[in-house]
């Protein structure tokens, strides 16, 4: 016979032990997660024209670092996870016998699970590299994204001069247009050259509108590599500055010492160490350890007698599966070393190349500014004194300017790419150290 007593016990027992186990499921629904998404021209703050204000805007709210940042909170879960011990065992039991000469008894045991002091540290080292992992690739993208930052507002900038320098080559050629059209009907130039100056003209045209066009479209990259839609508010005064002048790297600071402590090898290097810490824990899992002690109670139905039971549970993992675990957390680990090495070479040459850039970038800009612009600046001002004079057809002014302003877009662009160079190498350099 059983108990009533006995079955309110394993009933209440049961309940409390489904009560854990309740969970409202959250079924992935893409209609309301794509709501949450910013629309392109939603409101943002207006960070003016501040390059540092754009870098930590995008530092901070960035998508992509957002999405960095969202694996942190179960990292860091993962360690207090590491550190808990496995939860003990209530066993409820009875043995009933059909035959009146079998005796039936009810059996009450706690089992608990021994925590290894040698692999419970290991545990919580595996669990604390994830931490450092998450934490590094949060910086690894953060440096990444201030680096998308940088190159977008030097193409900002470059545009909005470029605009200007449009606007200039735009009034140069409507003068020259009026004037040829007028020495034609008077008779002192060929027809076919102020037809010349008039196409000049549409074409100065066409290269405004290309030029705003291309304003436009480097706000809204900036715009993207920001994560914010109104980022910029251009004026006057916004202009690209001049080639800054590259370091003199020597040959001892161009090796890979020069890359170490770069955000993108911080994350494989964390990496690597929690793969260490997880192929302690496999060998450590080789040695033979305490499985589980149990402590329970036995009670005979038929005479009321009770006992006390008393066992202790050893794990002898004899082949722990021929080594198979072992040698699969080594091979994790030498990959995140493949991983750490090759991020490292691609560093290092990365960084060499974005120098000779610069460099080339900034002889080529330093030529122009020293020899090209004064040259023809110098033409300019001969060609205006002579022509006020009367000696010079207003024509060779034309021409002068023209190529007064050629010089001044090469000038322009060579300190785009200098610029962008130098933006490359830092990022390649990583932060300073």
Request: glycine share 6%; aromatic share 6%.
């Amino acid at each position: 016979m059983i108990h009533a007593r006995f079955r309110l016990s394993a009933g209440s027992v049961a309940a409390l032990a489904l009560l854990p186990g309740c969970y409202h499921s959250h079924v992935a629904n893409e209609l309301v997660w794509l709501a949450a998404v910013p629309r392109a021209q939603a409101a943002g703050p207006a960070l003016g024209a501040d390059l540092r204000a754009h870098e930590n805007y995008a530092a901070d709210h960035h998508a992509s670092v957002a999405a960095a940042r969202a694996g942190l909170p179960a990292a860091r879960a993962g360690v207090a996870v590491a550190a808990l011990p496995a939860n003990p065992e209530l066993r409820i039991g009875g043995e009933y016998g059909a035959a009146a000469s079998t005796s039936d008894r009810n059996v009450t045991v706690v089992h608990f699970p021994v925590p290894n002091p040698m692999l419970v540290p290991l545990a919580v080292a595996v669990a604390e590299a994830r931490v450092h992992a998450g934490n590094a690739a949060v910086l690894a993208v953060q440096w990444q994204v201030r680096r998308d930052v940088r190159l977008a507002w030097v193409q900002l900038q470059w545009a909005l001069a470029d605009q200007r320098l449009a606007q200039v080559g735009l009034d140069l050629q409507q003068s020259r247009a009026a004037w040829a059209r007028s020495a034609a009907q008077a008779g002192a130039l060929e027809p076919m050259i102020s037809q010349q100056a008039a196409l000049a003209w549409v074409d100065a045209q066409d290269r405004m509108a290309r030029a705003s066009e291309a304003i436009d479209l480097a706000k809204a990259q900036l715009a993207q590599a920001t994560g914010s839609p109104h980022t910029f508010a251009p004026s006057d005064s916004d202009s690209l500055g001049a080639c800054p002048m590259p370091p003199d790297v020597t040959a001892s600071g161009s090796g890979a010492d020069a890359v170490a402590g770069h955000p993108a090898l911080a994350v494989w290097k964390a990496r690597y160490a929690g793969a260490d810490d997880s192929a302690a824990l496999e060998h450590g899992m080789a040695i033979p350890w305490f499985k589980a002690v149990q402590v329970g109670t036995e009670t005979m139905s038929y005479d009321g007698a009770r006992s006390v039971r008393l066992a202790a549970y050893i794990e002898v993992p004899l082949f722990h599966w021929l080594g198979a675990t072992n040698r699969q957390a080594e091979a994790e680990r030498e990959r995140f070393h493949s991983e750490y090495l090759a991020t490292a070479t691609a560093l290092v040459q990365g960084r060499a190349l974005a120098l000779a850039q610069w460099r080339l970038a900034h002889s080529r800009w330093s030529r122009l500014q020293a020899d090209v612009v004064p040259a023809v600046d110098a033409a300019v001002g001969a060609a205006e004194r002579a022509v006020a004079a009367r000696r010079w057809s207003a024509a060779v002014l034309f021409a002068a300017q023209e190529r007064q302003l050629e010089a001044q877009v090469q000038l322009l662009d060579a300190a785009r790419v200098c610029n962008q160079a130098a933006v490359s190498f830092g990022w390649f350099a990583g932060p300073a150290r």
